[in-house]
């Protein structure tokens, strides 16, 4: 090849190469959030702001601003993705306040050439990307945990979620598969605690009253100091409450384990889900080939990792991971 075809050859290799991983400094991404109302959306939101402001800074894009709706609803969450759309947004990544109801709003960004990469609460509109934690397993996981600590089984307490969003449903479907999987169990009550301690206390203060004694409380984060709070003002025994990463759980677990021996698990999705949501939609700007459903692990803390997770997590925080460019890399090709 004479040394002008080869440098032919070279620019062409090159041109390609940069058709296929896009320079994304100009781009702009937006988070659409539905709801704001607890420590874990809260730490959420700083994960986001910290990493992207960064992200920002150094130019890996021109934008990546966040926005949350005021009243949980799916139809105002529809209109601000709507109103990303018009603003001009290069992708869109969003907690969603249901995995269906958002679809028209979706597939219109999809159709204006918008990438939109789901996290946490996901969405099922095929043209989105789906950063998803196994939650089914992980409610699932609650029971396995029990089954070791309560051999005999017992009466249990769900405490659900926020009614109506994909992540309750899938963490009670994993909860309630054990339960059938495990009969020495029996579920004899359920209340909606929505990821809030406040909420979670006064709804089991208010169920309590018509129960049987209860071997243990299944948790979705948010909820295991309020279900002990009100156990202690209703003068009952405590039960195994599985805790949900947030400080004041593990700070009131830590106390009892000192003063008692108090033995219980904690599981929940790490809050900076959402950094990693971000690496995504900015990797799949950039040209790379990137799968539509992607798992992230759970975070889970046991009874000898509780002091150095407690440490590490910031009073009225949640214990977290936030993830890098690297990371989101190491996930996609780790799913391909």
Known sequence: MTTRKLLLATAALASVACAAHADTSGKKIALSNNYAGNSWRQ?????????????????????????????????????????MILQGYDAIVVNAASPTALNGAIKEACDAGIVVVSFDGIVDEPCAWRVAV??????????????????DGGNLLEIRGLAGVFVDDAISAGINEGVAENPQFKNVGAVHGDWAQDVAQKAVAGILPSLPEIAAVVTQGGDGYGAAQAFAAAGRPT??????????????????????????????????????????????????????????????????????????????????????????????????
């Open 239 to 336: 039960p195994i409450i599985i805790m949900g990463n947030r400080q004041d759980e593990l700070k009131w677990w830590k106390e009892q384990k000192d003063a008692n021996g108090y033995k219980t698990m904690s599981v929940s999705i790490a809050p900076g889900v959402s950094t990693l949501a971000f690496w995504v939609a900015q990797q799949i700007l950039d040209g790379k080939e990137v799968p539509k459903d992607l798992t992230v692990p759970f975070l889970r803390i046991d009874q000898d990792t509780l002091e150095a997770n407690l440490a590490n997590t910031p009073e009225g925080g949640v214990a977290n991971v936030e993830y890098s460019q690297e990371d989101a890399i190491k996930v996609i090709e780790g799913t391909k």
């Open 134 to 151: 196994d939650f089914k397993g992980m409610g699932k996981s609650e029971i396995e945990y029990l089954k070791g600590a309560l051999p």
């Open 43 to 83: 730490a959420m939101l700083q994960s986001w702001d910290k990493v992207t402001k960064q992200a920002v800074a150094d130019g890996v894009v021109a934008a990546a601003d966040a926005f949350t709706t005021a009243e949980n609803q799916a139809t105002e969450q529809a209109a601000q993705i709507q109103n």
